[in-house]
């Protein structure tokens, strides 16, 4: 095979250690990139999430969840402290409000209705009369209609529940998940798509805010220009059967310490998504959406997704085949990723 010779070669090396002339001219090229990358993705949060403008539907919901679930939360605590949460009561009860007029009525809404029931019962189960912003409370309480089922406040979980529950898993079922790069012709059953779309559900979420949302798509033409787009897949993308996309909606997040959050809480969807579809026997290769800016607007235009979407990665999916091969894929030694911290001070 013939070398490359060509300038950008020479100039900017491949991935072996730089010498010094190549580091500048990897600056030169990849500084003004990165920082226009950033710009772009600045302008994003600022444009989509609750920063700067808190009263669209999408961000004020979600402003509505993180502070009910902080109210929820003060009260699973083990000694809840009498007449907390003032604060998140003063903006809870103007966010409301101000959804009432705007919105009239949706589920974030009804659930932090509960949730100010549940705050007004547990101070009556104490015996606290004066507890912070107690007729606003119960003027909302009365206002907003109830669901026929619960949508906030607390519930009650067993441990033999639980235990019952995990007692069949085992590190088994996490060690015989592996990417999977080919599968069986047979079509994969979008209920099967389904279930493991309500385990990603239940993924830990940000103040519970459930930031992401699955694309699934069957369309074979779509499969395929989605495919090229992400171009990870080269070599196994016709035999791929589903197409998931899973974003995050930047509408859910708004102080500037949140401007990286999509990513976690999307990160952590996206995982539970894959145990979903391997707890249902199925096949899946994580594609990675490592791209700029223009890629992310053209796959959101491919794919018809919303602006405010940040996109985590695409799943492919499929059925498993009797016996295949995977890459070895061997994983790192435990005790070089993990250290137990038993002894701290803070001279240390
Ligand atoms: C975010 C992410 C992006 C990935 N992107 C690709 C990809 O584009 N193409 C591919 O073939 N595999 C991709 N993978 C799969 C990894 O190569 C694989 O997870 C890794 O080698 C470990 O192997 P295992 O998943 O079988 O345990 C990706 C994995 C992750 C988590």
Same mark, same amino acid.
């Given at each position: 095979m013939s070398e490359d010779k060509s300038l950008s070669k020479r100039l900017l090396g491949a991935g072996h250690v730089p010498t010094l002339r190549k580091k500048l001219a990897r600056s030169i090229y990849y500084v003004p990139t990165i920082v226009a990358e950033a710009v772009r993705d600045a302008k994003h949060y600022l444009t989509h *999430?609750?920063?700067?403008?808190?009263?669209p539907i999408g961000q004020l919901s979600a402003r509505i969840t993180q502070t009910y679930h902080n109210i929820e939360k003060g009260l699973s605590l083990p000694a809840p402290r009498p007449r907390f949460g003032a604060v998140h009561l003063a903006n809870l009860i103007d966010y409301m409000r101000t959804y009432r007029e705007l919105y009239e009525d949706g589920p974030e809404l009804r659930s932090a209705r509960d949730v100010l029931a549940a705050y007004a019962a547990f101070h009556d189960s104490i015996g606290v009369d004066d507890y912070p912003y107690k007729r606003s409370i119960g003027e909302l309480v009365a206002e907003i209609p109830s669901s026929e *089922?619960?949508?906030?406040g607390l519930r009650k979980v067993y441990k033999r529940d639980i235990l019952a529950a995990t007692?069949?898993?085992?590190?088994n079922f996490f060690l015989h998940r592996h990417s999977i790069r080919k599968f069986t012709e047979e079509d994969v059953d979008l209920g099967l798509i389904e279930t493991a779309i309500k385990v990603a559900q239940k993924a830990p979420a940000v103040c519970n805010r459930q930031s992401g949302f699955v694309h699934v798509i069957t369309d074979k033409k779509l499969i395929e220009a989605a495919l090229k787009l992400q171009g990870g897949a080269r070599g196994f993308a016709e035999g791929v059967n589903k197409v998931a996309v899973v974003t995050t909606d930047t509408r859910s997040f708004s102080h500037?310490?949140?401007?990286n959050q999509g990513w976690i809480d999307g990160g952590l969807f996206a995982m539970s998504f894959l145990y979903g579809l391997h707890m249902n026997g199925l096949g899946t290769c994580c594609l990675n959406w490592s791209k700029t800016n223009a890629q992310s607007d053209a796959m959101r235009k491919l794919i018809g997704a919303n602006p405010w979407e940040s996109i985590i990665m695409l799943v492919a999916i499929g059925h498993l085949q009797d016996e295949f091969e995977v890459p070895f894929s061997i994983r790192k030694d435990p005790a070089s990723i993990s250290r137990v911290i038993a002894d701290w001070s803070e001279s240390a």
């Open positions: *999430s609750g920063t700067l403008n808190v009263s *089922s619960q949508m906030g007692q069949g898993t085992d590190e500037i310490t949140e401007r």
